[in-house]
């Protein structure tokens, strides 16, 4: 799929306070080479609040009422290539997220090991959190039934097809290395997508 005349909407949930100078380099070097390298349709919003569950949801209900296409959501904590975006374009799916190595804590550095944020259904129906070591060994794309939101990019028909509201804080006891099965707001966003 070729990157070119995109219309994309960059929220960012800013609710640790305002985002680091490491985020805001990524984020500008990623908005200027999709808008004027690529010739793309963007904005970016920014989102400040202390509830993460009501920041997605403000972002979300925005972006429905726009012109926009496509939801990128990036927290602010996040470091990454300015092609990221083109990327995940280039897979044509209606989610998708980057496997994240980069949270911020300190320089930016490309090659910081993973986070693992994702899980996959088990034939059980428990959720399975996915290793650093299966992570890091990936060289194609995944499909998991949950990811972390650190980076996800959306496509608008996902959420014209779910109920208000997109995100919520829910305790699930089937995340299987879940000690207390807490989960966040993205886990429940991404099951609710599955529905």
Request: hydrophobic share 40%.
């Amino acid at each position: 799929m070729k990157f070119t005349d995109k219309s994309v909407m960059i929220v960012t949930p800013c609710y640790a306070g305002f985002p680091s100078v490491d985020f805001l380099v990524s984020l500008f070097k990623l908005y200027e080479y999709s808008k004027y390298t690529c010739k793309n349709d963007i904005v970016w919003i920014p989102i400040a609040g202390s509830n993460i569950y009501g920041i997605r949801n403000i972002g979300f209900k925005i972006f429905m009422s726009s012109k926009y296409r496509n939801l990128l959501m990036v927290d602010n904590d996040m470091v990454f290539e300015y092609k990221a975006l083109e990327t995940l374009f280039e897979r044509d799916k209606d989610i998708i997220m980057p496997s994240f190595t980069n949270k911020i804590g300190g320089l930016p550095d490309m090659n910081k090991q993973i986070i693992p944020m994702a899980t996959q259904k088990l034939p059980n129906g428990h959720l399975r959190q996915l290793t650093k070591e299966e992570i890091e060994s990936l060289d194609a794309p995944v499909k998991v039934t949950t990811n972390g939101f650190g980076m996800v990019l959306l496509k608008k028909r996902v959420i014209e097809g779910m109920d208000y509201p997109y995100c919520q804080g829910i305790t699930m006891p089937v995340v299987e290395e879940s000690a207390n099965g807490v989960t966040g707001e993205d886990y429940y966003f991404c099951l609710k997508a599955l529905e």
